[in-house]
């Protein structure tokens, strides 16, 4: 890693005289793909010098720039500021819309856990609204991260219970069990991505580098929860609904063909503040906090309640816990 | 219990005058409990709902409930709302004009300050007038427990709440109130797993009070249609 961290190569003149000028990335781009074109005909329909307004060419110019985009692990400092630039750009020119994308790494001494209270769910599904409307979720195909089953009182099985119910909640003899991805200690999803899309970072959250995904899914299939979310097509958010506070690793704009799914809010938590769904919640059902705080309310929580988690014989180690009054 | 049954517990407990609570007090809401002196409120609440902004989220340092002193004696505060700007400057009832732009827990309390009908006084109320002027008042849990207004309300200073110990509490401390009784909800809450933690994970630790969730007079969550349904067909379980 010693070398990833380290600064861009100065340009010297065995570059061939290209990066001497006085060219940023971009310009250097546009200066390669006119060439291209110029040279190839038969990519001239992909060709920037072929886009009807200057707009469009800055969009296209934009576009080839992610070909040489690096995970986002490799990037140095100043690569991820311009691939923030360049996405802020994009989000600008395609949309008009004015988004902040942030690149806030995890805070230091600080490990996400998540309580469930199954005895004050209601089931009235205004986390998952809350959901939808922070991580720009896809309203077209109406992708929900989270899912509230209705259970019948005494059992917990997810295969006879219902996470389709519409009806006046709470209804009786039920409870009710929210899933969403639990940022597993041993993520099952982490290891089978045949491209290191995806991975945990050192507060817990399992993220995706969502320009790294190549759309395989087969982390979808390793999930046992059901947690992963798959863009058959390009998602659709109106833009004057777009959540303009953002993170790289979180609720930026997805495209057609990447794997997405919960981060615990990531923009929000990382700078302190509660998840989405947490701060939406009517009964005060979710809890959120620091693992490693002994004083914080989730290690209360460990420590005096009533507590399961899902599928744990699969050892994947969730780091959400239900919990009863 | 059915309706009909249930209204006549309301009707019993709301309006006698005289009704014991589970205890066995003779409790009088035209009258303050025996032995219980009167306390007005305290300058240092007046001027601290004096200099809450409307609008703006203020707290106040929670102090400890009569039977049980928290976890670890951990430090928390309780949110207090004031009522939004837009939320009514005035409201015209009767022939008195109640200022509602309200203090502390102003926005959940629609005819806060008590004094503008209640002017210090001792309540005197006709059996009529307290169905008129509190008629948005739901008295389900006065209902189940044997409870009357002065059970839980100060008759001399209807500002004020009245615990059983004799103690006074101010409608910032409801939650002292609740504790009498739902001394586990209270314990959770203060240690974090009832409730709702306001501004963050990190930091401040700022929770809402009992009443900002719970209808004191209706205390429970009552049912609606949630958001809508997520589009799933089912196959092995429920997949992605």
Not at chain 1, 36 to 64: D, F, M, Q, V, Y
Not at chain 2, 78 to 107: D, K, Q, Y
């Amino acid at each position: 890693m010693s070398d990833d961290s380290a600064p861009a190569r100065p340009a010297t003149a065995d570059d061939g005289g290209i990066l001497q000028k006085p060219m940023d990335r971009r310009g250097a781009l546009g200066f390669l793909a006119g060439g291209l074109a110029a040279g190839a005909s038969a990519i001239s329909a992909c060709s920037p010098l072929n886009a009807a307004t200057p707009k469009e060419r800055e969009i296209r110019l934009l576009e080839w720039e992610e070909f040489t985009q690096k995970h986002y692990r490799r990037m140095t400092e100043a690569e991820r500021a311009e691939t923030i630039e360049r996405l802020e750009r994009l989000a600008k020119l395609r949309d008009n819309e004015d988004v902040t994308i942030d690149t806030t790494d995890a805070q230091p001494g600080v490990l996400f856990g998540y309580a469930f209270n199954i005895s004050k769910c209601q089931g009235f599904r205004s986390c998952v609204e809350a959901c939808i409307n922070e991580n720009n979720l896809d309203r077209h195909a109406d992708t929900q991260y989270i899912r509230i089953f209705e259970m019948e009182d005494g059992v917990v099985d997810l295969d006879s219970a219902d996470p389709t119910y519409q009806h006046d909640v709470p209804a009786e003899g039920h409870f009710y069990l929210g899933t969403q991805c639990f940022q597993c200690a041993n993520p099952p999803c982490v290891p089978v991505c045949p491209v290191g899309a995806t991975w945990q970072e050192p507060d817990g959250i399992v993220v995706i580098d969502y320009d790294w995904c190549v759309g395989c899914r087969a982390c979808m299939a390793a999930c046992p929860y059901w947690a992963r979310r798959f863009n058959w097509d390009a998602p659709e958010v109106p833009p004057e609904e777009v959540n303009p506070n953002q993170h790289y690793l979180g609720n930026r704009a997805r495209h057609k063909g990447c794997v997405e799914k919960c981060t615990f809010c990531i923009h929000r938590t990382r700078k302190g503040r509660l998840p989405a769904c947490v701060e939406a919640c009517p009964t005060g059902a979710r809890v959120f906090g620091n693992l490693l705080d002994p004083n914080s309310e989730i290690r209360w929580i460990l420590a005096n309640k009533h507590l399961f988690r899902l599928k744990e014989e699969l050892a994947t180690e969730p780091r959400f816990w239900y919990f009863s009054d | 219990m059915n309706r009909a049954m249930r209204g006549a517990v309301i009707c019993v407990s709301v309006i006698a005058p005289v009704m014991g609570c589970r205890e066995g007090h003779q409790v009088r809401w035209d009258q303050p409990p025996p032995g219980v002196p009167l306390v007005q409120v305290d300058s240092a609440t007046a001027a601290r709902n004096a200099a809450l902004e409307p609008g703006v989220l203020s707290t106040v340092q929670a102090t400890p409930v009569l039977r049980w002193k928290g976890p670890d004696q951990r430090p928390f505060e309780v949110a207090l709302r004031s009522a939004a700007p837009e939320a009514g400057h005035s409201r015209t009832f009767g022939t008195i004009t109640l200022p509602i732009a309200l203090r502390t827990r102003g926005a959940g309390i629609s005819q806060y300050p008590c004094t503008s009908c209640h002017q210090g006084k001792k309540v005197v109320m006709a059996n009529q007038r307290i169905a008129d002027a509190h008629n948005n008042i739901r008295p389900v849990h006065p209902a189940q427990t044997g409870a009357v207004c002065s059970t839980c309300h100060l008759a001399d200073n209807v500002e004020l709440l009245t615990l059983m110990s004799g103690e006074h509490a101010t409608l910032d401390e409801g939650y002292r109130l609740c504790a009498q009784c739902h001394f586990r909800q209270v314990e959770s809450w203060a240690a974090g797993a009832h409730g709702k933690r306001l501004d963050g994970w990190q930091g401040r630790r700022v929770v809402m009070a009992c009443a900002d969730c719970h209808d004191p007079h209706s205390p429970a969550i009552q049912a609606r249609i949630p958001f809508r349904a997520p589009q799933l067909e089912r196959t092995r379980g429920y997949g992605p």
